[in-house]
């Protein structure tokens, strides 16, 4: 704790509301620079090496969907009582990855974290890619692929309409709901930054689209005016957002009257773990893209150890939640609810239980230790481990199912070839989707950055003389 | 205390406003409206009451006096919470009241005192303290180990230990600072706060299950630790309101207290209202939706009679209205708009507590009795006594603390 | 109002800092001018009030459609589930209220999102891809790290000559007249 007292010590000699949010002093220009240069130089080598790997996975994505809906879900390791297998921890696994990318760019915006601007960008579109990848999987298992219209409210030929007391309908408008509010998200706050590349492009094609895209932003006042209110707007209504699209995924569970499914904790339960699983995949994503694009002012130490401290939080909640699982189970005094706990840790998935314990409630742990929490090498490590582990919370809660009241039904659920080919063909898709964005789109919110930039500040006193000179 | 160097630019700016009531030289705050006397008489005459009628219907005291225990407890923990989160956080905000927050979870150590009333009533107020009962009750028999006479009073004591050592070790160090600061005391309140949290987050739940789940002891909810904690802070922003409204309307802490923490203290309110809807409403669906006996009774029986009404009052008025009534910014910016919500979500939270509480007590419908006042106006009079007399006993606002200036300066 | 306003000519001068845009914002308000505005790359703190502007009223604009959403998401399940087509599920009532609070809660936010994006690039009359500023060589630095105030001549105020020796003794620099080709 001895490093508690260094980074106190530290903070007290630079009060929060005069830190440095981004270091190395840039001025205005150099942070366009630096961030348009990425989009804008020749595309470099390791990207296409890093494409085509990622494409190809997207490939086998494609194979294995296309052979599934030539053959059914039989192909999958599905059985009763397993009937929903890897498709819904996916599911719910990318889901919860894209929570990151809502609680950096709405809730630290609402709680005024300056130190997002340098994440919020990449954060959001992580989010996006991931919910992509995420409805892939309902779309998919709904077996009558030709009749998926069925889940929307739309007239047809039955004369019913869906059954809007289920809580696999209600993900159908949590996710829509969620994926059209982050794309809007992300789109309002790429538009003054769409007319950066704009104003900078060099060819006629990359002026006509960035000129569409960033609508004609002139950056008058009377613009960011109206602008800044709708991102308030939409920054408050996507923070419950992110605590409802997650409960409605847990309520998928715990609606029903299985044990070790049906609880009461599973809705915040499930938010603190998206969050965390998402935090963890941003930083495995900014450490790459820092060292690839040497973005290390932007991406800097302070940020990624205040994601690390996140990780902590939610990772401690996640752990308060299986704690109070594993007590009340016992506590109802209901047989049932008790075996489904003991089956978890001791049963034949016991492997996976305790991957997933050791991952997502000791690793972050290690994060109280300064010295590791700003150790680039453990953080990226830490950040993998944590996904993995909370991959296998969902695996967990899901397959542990294979003994439920009828002993002569149980089984062990093993996937198949083509299980685990979708689920890396959805790595290999998201992996696309965020090098075309890394390629294409300003990855880091050049305008909120300069923003924050002490020189931002209208009362800031310093560096004037260099700018008048600079302008005559 | 005389002996302080005024040594920050800070103490010259707090002295030299013109408004100042501090003491020049202790910064102590004298209070003009005689808070402390006024609570003190009203708290003896409380409990003096309520033992009165204990000795007319020992049943309906304990339950109003577990209400109100739980109640007044809420503020003090929810303080507790408050310094921690302060402290781990690094917040700059809060600093200016920090004060006014150390001496509401100063109460905590004397609540043990105010508990004793509820042990001795173990027997009226829990079921699973009847050994005839669980005799014939095979859930009972199976949660003995944890629901027994024995491990719930060692689990009460270990609960106010927890909570009494973490309040002391940061009321010690806050005054060590008003001596003189040393980078060091935040340091050490913020390495006791780290675990504290954790501690805090587990005693807390474990409280909220012994106290208030297991009146109903064949019922269980995992969330239920969370929505009690959601109201617990609940009451301690509301009172903190009041307060700071208190001490600004007698023109001290001018320049230091703004408008500008109160609206912070009002966003958190309606933040805090809604996590409370959300943990409560979770918790409704999934069991209303599953529809299992084992659970839906507790529900049902809050469907009985008048607890019907109270029942469909209870989420419009604690979450529908004030949703509503602190939502747009100048609400939470208006003083008098902002105290009156205060004082509504105060009223919200003890209706809160009777609805999960009382059934148990009376399960045809409600019955208010006046004990149910007396025992709220004795505890509470007992804790504002002791909450007032903290917090007039020394510096009013941690002077040499470094963010101090940071947090007046804050604005929203 | 028009839909698209013609803006035939704007004077164009440009500004050291963010310090000094405000500071000329507040002349230019002092003056009288009002069809004028301030080009930064970011939203600068306090412009608002420096340029006397009101309260953005998108606010009010969202609250009211999300009402709307959120009856309209109760009048869609309440007459698909218990009018049009009742069905008894799972022994749950036709309209069960607890369950239709995911979708309603959904569907309002989605309409309030809509309804804010939507809101903004209508009351900031976006798309525009043409306007006199973008004839300016200098004007595409807006949005790297200049600063720059317009005229446009729709203002009261407007001449040519006098506007823009104003702007020169306010401290603006580089001044241009921008007309629409």
């Known amino acids: ?472 | 205390m005389q002996s302080l160097k005024i040594s920050l630019k800070v103490k010259e700016q707090i002295l030299s406003k013109e408004n100042m009531k501090l003491d020049r030289n202790t910064y102590k705050f004298t209070d003009k409206g005689n808070l402390g006397n006024i609570a003190l008489v009203v708290g003896i005459v409380g409990l003096a009451a309520s033992a009165v009628g204990y000795i007319q219907d020992s049943h309906q005291f304990y339950f109003s006096y577990l209400v109100a225990f739980f109640f007044w407890i809420s503020v003090a923990l929810g303080a507790l919470f408050f310094n921690l989160l302060h402290h781990l956080t690094r917040a700059s905000w809060s600093t200016a009241i920090r004060k006014l927050t150390e001496s509401m979870m100063s109460v905590i150590p004397f609540m043990f005192v105010l508990i004793i009333p509820v042990l001795l009533g173990m027997h009226e107020l829990y079921h699973w303290t009847h050994e005839d009962v669980v005799a014939t009750d095979l859930v009972l028999q199976q949660k003995a180990p944890y629901l027994n006479i024995p491990f719930f009073i060692i689990r009460v004591v270990f609960y106010f230990a927890v909570w009494s050592i973490l309040t002391f070790a940061l009321i010690k160090n806050s005054a060590r600072q008003d001596i003189k600061h040393e980078d060091s005391i935040l340091a050490r309140m913020r390495k006791y706060s780290a675990p504290g949290m954790m501690l805090f987050a587990f005693t807390l739940t474990f409280a909220s299950f012994d106290w208030l789940m297991s009146l109903e002891p064949h019922w269980f909810s995992t969330i239920f630790g969370v929505y009690i904690f959601c109201g617990v802070f609940i009451s301690m922003l509301a009172f903190t309101i009041i307060m700071v409204r208190y001490q600004n309307g007698q023109g001290a802490f001018d320049g230091i207290v703004t408008v500008e923490h109160r609206h912070t203290l009002g966003k958190l309110l309606f933040a805090f209202t809604i996590m409370w809807a959300y943990m409560g409403f979770s918790q409704y669906l999934l069991i209303w939706y599953a529809n299992l006996p084992e659970e839906t009774f507790w529900y049902l029986q809050r469907w009985e009679g008048s607890w019907r009404t109270l029942s469909i009052i209870l989420p419009i008025a604690h979450f529908g209205l004030p949703f509503v009534a602190l939502l747009p910014q100048a609400a939470k910016r208006n003083g008098n708009w902002l105290l009156m919500m205060a004082f509504y979500m105060l009223l919200m939270r003890y209706m809160d507590l009777y609805w999960i509480a009382m059934p148990t007590h009376s399960p045809e419908g409600i019955n208010y009795s006046w004990m149910d006042i007396s025992t709220m106006a004795g505890i509470g009079g007992i804790f504002i006594w002791l909450f007032w007399r903290k917090y007039t006993s020394g510096a009013a606002v941690p002077v040499n603390d470094p963010g101090l200036k940071v947090s007046m300066e804050y604005v929203n | 109002m028009k839909l698209v306003k013609k803006i035939d000519r704007v004077i164009l001068a440009e500004f050291g800092s963010p310090k000094e845009l405000l500071k000329a914002a507040e002349k230019m308000r002092q003056e009288g001018y009002k069809e004028f505005d301030c080009h930064s790359p970011f939203h600068i703190h306090g412009m608002d009030a420096a340029m006397g502007l009101k309260r953005s009223p998108l606010g009010y604009i969202v609250f009211a459609f999300a009402t709307m959403g959120l009856l309209g998401a109760l009048g869609l399940q309440y007459w698909t589930s218990a009018v049009d087509y009742p069905l008894v599920i799972s022994g749950k009532p036709f309209f069960s209220g607890p369950a239709f609070v995911p979708v309603v809660f959904a569907l309002t936010i989605l309409t309030a999102a809509i309804t804010a994006v939507v809101g903004m690039i209508a009351i900031n009359r976006l798309p525009r891809l043409r306007h006199p500023l973008f004839s300016s060589d200098r004007f595409g630095k807006f949005s790297d790290g200049s600063f720059f105030i317009s005229v446009e001549s729709s203002d009261k105020k407007y001449n040519e000559a006098h506007t823009a020796g104003f702007l020169k003794t306010i401290g603006g620099q580089n001044i241009e007249i921008l007309k629409d080709e």
């Open chain 1, 1 to 472: 704790m001895a490093d508690l007292a260094q980074t106190a010590t530290k903070a007290l000699k630079e009060p929060a509301h005069h830190e440095r949010l981004i270091t190395g002093e840039p001025s205005f220009e150099q942070v366009t620079n630096a961030v348009s240069r990425v989009v804008e130089s020749k595309t470099p080598k390791a990207w296409w090496v890093l494409f085509g790997i990622s494409s190809s996975a997207t490939l086998l994505l494609l194979v294995a969907i296309a052979y599934l809906f030539w053959e059914g879900i039989g192909i999958w390791g599905l059985n009763v009582p397993v009937a929903w297998g890897l498709a819904i921890v996916n599911l719910v696994f990318w889901i919860g990855i894209g929570h990151a990318g809502t609680l950096i760019s709405a809730v630290l915006f609402l709680l005024r974290q300056r130190w997002r601007t340098s994440i919020n960008r990449f954060a959001e579109a992580m989010t996006i890619f991931a919910v992509i990848c995420a409805l892939i999987f309902p779309a998919i298992h709904v077996g009558r692929i030709w009749v998926v219209y069925y889940i929307f409210p739309i007239p047809n030929q039955m004369g019913v309409w869906p059954n809007f007391r289920s809580p696999l309908l209600w993900d159908v408008f949590a996710f829509g709901t969620y994926f059209t509010v982050s794309l809007l998200f992300w789109y309002v706050g790429l538009i003054p930054d769409l007319a950066t590349l704009r104003e900078r492009a060099t060819n006629r094609i990359k002026k006509i689209v960035y000129g569409v895209l960033s609508l004609g932003w002139y950056g008058g006042n009377k613009q960011w005016k109206h602008y800044e209110m709708a991102y308030l707007i939409l920054a408050a209504i996507a923070t419950p957002l992110v605590l409802s699209v997650h409960s409605i995924v847990s309520m998928d569970f715990a609606v029903s009257l299985l044990p070790g499914w049906h609880t009461t904790i599973f809705p915040p339960y499930f938010v603190a773990g998206a969050i965390f699983s998402g935090f963890a995949m941003v930083m495995t994503l900014a450490i790459l893209a820092r060292a690839a694009f040497g973005l290390k002012d932007i991406f800097n130490m302070r940020v990624l150890e205040r994601m690390n401290l996140i990780m902590l939080v939610t990772g401690s909640m996640v752990g308060y939640a299986y704690a109070m699982e594993f007590f009340i189970a016992w506590y109802s005094g209901n047989e049932y609810e008790m075996f489904a706990f003991v089956n978890r840790a001791f049963g034949p998935y016991a492997w996976a239980y305790w991957i997933m314990i050791s991952c997502n409630v000791i690793v972050p742990q290690f994060f109280w230790s300064k010295k590791l929490r700003t150790n680039i090498a453990f953080m990226f490590i830490a950040s993998i481990l944590i996904n993995v582990g909370m991959w296998f919370e969902r695996f967990v809660i899901v397959v542990t199912l294979s003994r439920d009241y009828l002993p002569s039904a149980w089984g062990y659920y093993t996937p198949t070839f083509w299980d685990i080919a979708i689920l890396i063909g959805s790595f290999g898709l998201f992996f696309s989707l965020f090098l075309l964005f890394l390629r294409f789109l300003p990855m880091v919110a050049m305008s909120e950055v300069k923003g924050v930039l002490p020189q931002a500040d209208p009362h800031f006193a310093g560096n004037k003389q260099a700018h008048s000179q600079a302008v005559s």
